[in-house]
Every structure is written in structure tokens, then in C-alpha cells.
């Protein structure tokens, strides 16, 4: 494949690729913040028997992320390396999507775990074969340090826009279909939807994106120097416990939010509170007010991404504007202890402020991972670009297996009562309590720490991609 001489990437190019992360995190949001609810209560399982779930699958991922990371790398098409895996996957992707949120109407909870189990575990397997490749994609469309910010941050105003809907609008649509038929009804037609919508952007990705980045043209397949390299970097390792540490925290606190706002929050408080802004039932203001406490923190993290990542990242570095702006993140999620069940006004304050301090790192994660992948090969003079990002994916689906079943594993420890009850005793809520606020807090502060050993600082950076780029135009004039 012909190495292009441009690494400058179109707007258009940078809209195309970010579709293909929008499409994903119409599956991810879903997983993240709905997945462990929608197991207790449409498929009726005990909190600690959904959360065993969630954990299994995330297991399986050891052995499949870095297959597809190796395969990856190890590809070659008249298309690229990694731009055919987003086409190929694109059906499989959907449809185990559907199926991962389909009840086929068995009664014993046994094979209903069961079901929950293979359904789960296929979309997740499915996950890998798709977006280790398209996260791979993002390291590759450029060197330029800029470009790739540029890149990351349009990649994440849409997936914001995608969270939004999402976290939104999952609710009143479930809602919606619904009437006149089954609750499960409703979820089927939700996801079937989305996941339409999702299969149309990534035709858009594969179509519009370009690999810019080659393998030193000299170099030589080994599985074992790829493995070696990549695990014995500093940057990498220290990258794949941010990863780990962030999604953790993010399935955690979002699965919790879910119970929070149906059994903390004082229904009777947040009717009052949201109709000073809209025209509700009361009987409907847990799905409107948990939908507008989403909205409301997609909306700011979306003006953060726009208004401060890529200024913040490109007059601090990535490095120090991730430390500060995760700090903030933990002060202010463990800060959701503090409010009672009355204080609505506070849990949205809360959420705002927390939204804000961590918008400005949620590009910034994946530009960093790319920078590492450069670094391994500006130390050992070889690039696996699919081997390094499927390892920090499978942190990033560790995390989320195990942040969803901590979660599940605490509240029932606590007393939770499955199966879309109307109350919980007091233990039940302080479960909820606390997997909303200072665990997960705790767990951003692993992050903070783990970015402390993260050796490519902004000036680290800057010489590094230079030293790069004299290194493939040498490369390039020698053919």
C-alpha cells in the first residue's frame, strides 16, 4: 500500500472517522449505564448474578483483544490494516447488540443467566473484532501532533452527541414503544433502532478514513518482539491502568446513577424540581428526571471538549491537563454522598460540575494512547499499532465488565431487591450510595496515579514525533 505523502486530514475525513465512534458508544452508553438495570429488572436476575455476567464477559476479552490485535497488525488490504475490520464487523456488531438486549421469554433464571451470558459475551467479542481496529485507525491517520488532537476532539463533540441521545432518550423511547405492548417490546425496538443508526455510520467510517502511518518498511513480523515491546513500555502500561482505572469508574457510577435516581432521589422532590421547567406526570419523573440528569451532563461535556481540550492540551500538554482535570472528576463524583434524598438541586450541581471537570480529558485519553504507540516505536524502531490499542482495550473492557459488576456484587450485598420494585430498605440505598460516590472516586484517584508514571510530556512529545518524522522520510527516500 502506497504510504501518503500528506498527513494533513480533512474536516470531512475527521467527521467520517468520529461516525465510527458514535456508532459504538450507541452500544457502549447502552452497556454502561443500562446493562446491569435492564438485568435485574426485565430479566429479573439478582444483583450479584448480573454482575457475575458482566464479569465474564469482560474476562474473555484476555484472550480475544489481543488475538485481534495481532491479526490486525498482521493485515493487509488494498484498504489498509485497520479500516476493513470496521466493514466486515459492521452486521455481526448490530446484530449481537439486539440480541444482548432481547428476553426470548425463558422462566427459569438459571438459563436466563445463561442466555445473558452467551448473548453478552458475543457482543463483546464482536466489540473487539471492531473497535480495537478503528481505535488503531486513529493512530494511524497522522504523526502531527495537532491533527491528532484535532482528530480526538471532533471524534468526541460526536460521540457526545451520541452519549446524549443515548442517556437521553433510551428512557421516553423504551417508554414509547412500549404502550400498548410489553416493557421488553419497548427495549427491542429501542436498541433495533440504534443499532440501524450504528450500522450506517460505520459504512460512512470505512468509506471516508485513510491509513497515512506504515510499519518501518524494513520491518520484520514477531509476535514475540511486538508482545515484548509493547508490555515493557512504561507509557503503555502506565496507559492501560488509566484505562482500566477510568472505565471502572464510568460503569460503575453510571449503572449506579440508575438505582440512584429511582430509589435515593425523593420522586416526590424531583417531580417538584423538574417542573419548574417542564410538564410531567409524577409517576413519570424518575425517567425523566434520570434522562435530563444525563442530558444535562452530555451537554456540558460537550462544550468542554469543544471550549477546552484541544487549548488546554496544546498549552499544558496532555499530560498535566489530564492530572488536574481527573483530580477534580474524583473530588466532585465522591461529593454525590453528600446530598439527601430531597436535594435534587444539589445532585444537578453536582453532575454539572463534575461533567465540566472531566470533559476536557475524554479526547485526550485516545490521542495519548496513539502518542504511545509512537513512543514504543521511537524506543525500539518497530510499530504494532493494533497490538498496543487492543491491549488498552481490553483494559478499557475489564473495566467495564468489572466496574458494572461491582456494582451489581455491592448493591446486593446491601440488601438490593431485584425485579423493578417500588421501594428499598435503608442497607439497599447506602449501597447505592456509596457505588455512586466514593468508590468510584477512589478509583479516578488510581487514574491520577497512574499518569504520574506516564513518561511523554508535552516537550517529551514534541522531539519524539520530530525525531518520527525524520526517520520516515529517510525511510521513504531510500525506496
Not at 447502552?30 to 454482575?51: C, E, N, P, R, S
Not at 459492521?90 to 436466563?112: R, S
Not at 437521553?168 to 433495533?192: A, E, N, R
Request: glycine share 6%.
Amino acid at each position: 500500500m502506497k504510504q501518503l505523502s500528506s498527513e494533513k486530514v480533512s474536516l470531512g475525513e475527521k467527521l467520517g472517522y468520529s461516525l465510527g465512534d458514535a456508532a459504538a458508544n450507541l452500544v457502549f452508553q447502552m452497556m454502561m449505564i443500562f446493562q446491569l438495570k435492564f438485568y435485574t429488572d426485565v430479566f429479573g436476575l439478582d444483583g450479584a448474578v448480573a454482575g457475575s455476567v458482566l464479569m465474564i464477559a469482560s474476562i474473555s476479552a484476555i484472550i480475544v483483544d489481543p488475538t485481534v490485535g495481532i491479526l490486525t497488525d498482521r493485515t493487509n488490504t488494498r484498504w489498509g490494516k485497520f479500516r476493513p475490520w470496521v466493514l466486515w464487523t459492521a452486521i455481526p456488531f448490530c446484530l449481537f447488540y439486539v440480541l444482548a438486549f432481547y428476553n426470548p421469554g425463558i422462566e427459569d433464571k438459571g438459563m436466563v443467566a445463561t442466555y445473558a451470558t452467551i448473548s453478552y459475551v458475543l457482543l463483546m467479542t464482536v466489540y473487539s473484532f471492531n473497535n480495537v481496529p478503528y481505535t488503531s485507525l486513529g493512530g494511524v491517520m497522522t504523526s502531527v501532533i495537532r491533527e491528532r488532537t484535532s482528530i480526538t476532539t471532533i471524534r468526541f463533540v460526536v460521540v457526545t452527541i451520541a452519549q446524549f441521545i443515548v442517556q437521553g432518550l433510551t428512557l421516553p423511547l423504551v417508554s414509547q414503544f412500549s404502550k400498548g405492548s410489553t416493557l421488553q417490546h419497548g427495549w427491542t425496538c429501542t436498541i433495533g433502532l440504534f443499532a440501524c443508526v450504528a450500522f450506517i455510520f460505520f459504512i460512512i467510517t470505512f468509506l471516508v478514513t485513510r491509513e497515512r502511518i506504515q510499519p518501518p518498511p524494513r520491518q520484520k513480523m514477531s509476535i514475540k518482539e511486538d508482545v515484548k515491546n509493547t508490555v515493557s513500555s512504561i507509557s503503555w502500561n502506565a496507559m492501560a491502568l488509566l484505562t482500566f482505572a477510568i472505565f471502572i469508574t464510568l460503569a460503575m457510577w453510571g449503572s449506579a446513577m440508575n438505582f440512584y435516581f429511582q430509589y435515593n432521589v425523593d420522586q416526590k422532590s424531583l417531580y417538584d424540581f423538574l417542573s419548574h421547567f417542564v410538564t410531567i406526570r409524577q409517576e413519570d419523573a424518575y425517567s425523566i428526571g434520570f434522562s435530563a440528569f444525563n442530558m444535562m451532563g452530555a451537554v456540558v461535556q460537550f462544550i468542554g471538549v469543544i471550549c477546552f481540550s484541544q487549548y488546554l492540551a496544546n498549552k499544558y500538554g496532555k499530560k498535566k491537563t489530564f492530572i488536574v482535570c481527573l483530580s477534580l472528576t474524583a473530588f466532585f463524583t465522591a461529593l454525590f454522598y453528600i446530598p439527601t434524598p430531597t436535594d435534587v438541586s444539589l445532585v444537578f450541581v453536582l453532575n454539572f460540575l463534575k461533567s465540566l471537570a472531566y470533559a476536557p480529558t475524554i479526547p485526550l485519553l485516545w490521542a495519548m494512547i496513539g502518542d504511545v504507540a509512537d513512543h514504543i516505536e521511537y524506543e525500539n524502531h518497530r510499530r504494532a499499532t493494533g497490538f498496543c490499542f487492543s491491549g488498552i482495550v481490553l483494559a478499557l473492557k475489564i473495566g467495564l465488565g468489572f466496574g458494572g459488576a461491582i456494582a451489581g456484587i455491592i448493591i446486593s450485598m446491601f440488601g438490593y431487591v431485584s425485579g423493578n420494585v417500588s421501594v428499598q430498605n435503608e442497607s439497599a440505598m447506602e449501597g447505592i450510595r456509596l457505588v455512586s460516590s466514593i468508590v468510584p472516586a477512589l478509583l479516578f484517584c488510581v487514574g491520577v496515579m497512574a499518569l504520574y508514571f506516564y513518561p511523554i510530556t508535552k516537550e517529551y512529545n514534541e522531539n519524539m514525533q520530530a525525531e518520527l518524522a525524520a526517520r520516515r522520510r529517510m525511510a521513504q527516500a531510500e525506496k
